[in-house]
């Protein structure tokens, strides 16, 4: 039996093993009056699947070990007028998502896992100072931000630009600058 403490901070969100719909969808699972089956490879689990889909509706079969679930697949119609949207259905939550993460042993919609995203386990003066360190070195400069949009700029390019602002301080000022905006 291991033994040491039991960590006290709460689960990443990308720690977790995710099953993603657009996976099957890719390689063609989700057919109206189709059944296939198969195998999904993680690092350290591999699941047994059987799949069988109808009309609208389906089913996803998931064996791993000793456990087996059955996850219920159900469609949308797509805004665009393109066909369907699939979505798995969550039967802890009753939530639709094109994810589920696996959280002690089931797959569950996000909202039913506690979880945090990796920036905010650190403090905002520490997650300020890592912003600044990274527009240091140049890595903080995102190529998706759209600037203008009918002639404006756009709230959030304009966001990006005032941190711009804030993060174009030198670490020795950074005590200072505190005080000016109270961080």
Known sequence: MARGRKPTFPTEIHDLKCLNIRKFNEKGYLKQYHYTNGEINFSSLNIDFAMKIGKKTGVLVLNFGDYKQIIQIVS?????????????????????GRKLYLHKGKFVH?????????????????????????????????????????????????????????????????????????L
């Open 76 to 96: 949308k119609k797509s805004n665009l007028g393109a066909g369907l949207i699939w979505f798995f259905e969550c039967s802890e939550t009753g939530l639709n």
């Open 110 to 182: 996000r909202k039913g896992v506690p979880y945090n995203y990796a920036a905010q386990n650190y403090g905002k003066n520490w997650r300020f100072v890592r912003q600044l360190f990274r527009r240091e070195q140049g890595l903080d400069i995102p190529e998706y931000k759209r600037e203008y949009y009918n002639g404006k700029l756009t709230k959030n390019y304009s966001r990006f630009l005032k941190a711009l602002e804030k993060t174009s301080i030198t670490a020795n000022e950074f005590k200072e600058f505190r005080k000016i905006v109270k």
